[in-house]
């Protein structure tokens, strides 16, 4: 069986002043479900990093070459976790918290 390819994807996204340690206690409780779906979708290696200086957050993870990641925004618990965090991050009017994709530039494996 032949390993599934993966990419990894990181971008960043806007955290709202003064909101680190509400954003950390929210991380700390994940929900279950969202992991779950996550992983099924083919998403591992998940990181989130914050610049203090600027409030930005920086992600990086992993994901399979699968369909459902692009059915990731539709699902209700995505919709929901983007929901329980819109108080705590610049979002778009559909909710999704706004994102900077960041271009690759250097990797050593």
Not at 19 to 45: F, M, N, T
Not at 78 to 99: E, F, I, Q, S, Y
Request: hydrophobic content about 40%; aromatic content about 10%.
């Amino acid at each position: 069986m032949a390993p599934v390819p993966f990419e990894q994807v990181a971008f960043k996204m806007y955290l709202n002043h003064g909101c680190r340690e509400e954003y950390q206690r929210r991380h700390d409780a994940i929900w279950p479900e969202l992991v779950s779906l996550l992983k099924a979708a083919g998403v591992s290696d998940y990181s989130i990093y914050l610049d203090e200086e600027h409030d930005e957050l920086y992600a990086t993870l992993k994901r399979s070459a699968n369909p459902a990641t692009a059915e990731l925004p539709s699902q209700p618990v995505m919709r929901r976790w983007w929901a329980h965090m819109a108080d705590l991050l610049r979002c778009n009017a559909d909710g999704k918290p706004v994102t900077t994709p960041l271009p690759r530039l250097f990797h050593m494996a």
